[in-house]
Antibody
Framework: QVQLVQSGAEVKKPGASVKVSCKAS????????MHWVRQAPGQGLEWMGR????????NYAQNFQGRVTMTRDRSISTAYMELSSLRSDDTAVYYC?????????????WGQGTLVTVSS | QSVLTQPPSVSGAPGQRVTISCTGS?????????VHWYQQLPGTAPKLLIY???NRPSGVPDRFSGSKSGTSASLAITGLQADDEADYYC???????????FGGGTKLTVL
């Protein structure tokens, strides 16, 4: 069965960086996009971007350009999302989510989420 | 301010039918891009409910249905049950932003 297992909760200071991992299993890792979506406390969902694990091609949402980097390690079927220059309003649950290799993709499987808290 | 507009809340009694709207524009839904819907139960990750405007993934009851017309889409839930109480989100693509976008979410309360 398809599973996306994310790394544990993080606490970071303003200005620092955080790197969240997402280990995929139960399917061909290179056959689907991996997306990252975040949700601030009590707020809605926000798409951050996606990576093609086969080509490493990336598309980032405009709100995160210059601050987010998405990478992958095909040998261990793991995707990573690094967010830099953290601010207090980056406090959120960060999800990885799988999607078909097309532009207007749905997210058919989601990770359990990783809480990132930014606080001095 | 979300690109796709949803009502903040809807409610209904058990057994009733409710609809949740998702209004976009000519750069997203109106441009013909597919709309997808997610259900998020409290404290859990979102779950895909409807994809490609009106298709249900395996395991999703046929009480849930989706439709799209013009610059809007709708999610309908019939035979409302207590465990349908959740947040619901629509999602599509926006050509002006060159990215995927979500609605602001709708909280469904079962009275």
């Amino acid at each position: 069965q398809v599973q996306l297992v994310q790394s544990g909760a993080e606490v970071k200071k303003p200005g620092a960086s955080v790197k969240v991992s997402c280990k995929a299993s139960g399917y061909t890792f290179t056959g689907y996009y991996m997306h990252w979506v975040r949700q601030a406390p009590g707020q809605g969902l926000e798409w951050m971007g996606r990576i093609n694990p086969n080509t490493s091609g990336r598309n980032y949402a405009q709100n995160f350009q210059g601050r987010v980097t998405m990478t992958r390690d095909r040998s261990i079927s793991t995707a990573y999302m690094e967010l830099s220059s953290l601010r207090s309003d980056d406090t959120a649950v960060y999800y990885c989510a799988r999607g078909p290799l097309r532009v207007v993709a749905e997210f058919d499987y989601w990770g359990q989420g990783t809480l990132v808290t930014v606080s001095s | 301010q979300s690109v796709l507009t949803q009502p903040p809340s809807v409610s209904g009694a058990p057994g009733q039918r409710v609809t949740i709207s998702c209004t976009g524009s000519s750069s997203n839904i109106g441009a013909g891009y597919d709309v997808h819907w997610y259900q998020q139960l409290p404290g859990t990750a979102p779950k895909l409910l409807i994809y490609g405007n009106s298709n249900r993934p395996s395991g999703v009851p046929d009480r849930f249905s989706g439709s799209k017309s013009g610059t809007s889409a709708s999610l309908a839930i019939t035979g409302l049950q207590a465990d349908d109480e959740a947040d619901y989100y629509c999602q599509s693509y926006d050509s002006s932003l060159s990215g995927l976008v979500f609605g602001g979410g709708t909280k469904l309360t079962v009275l």
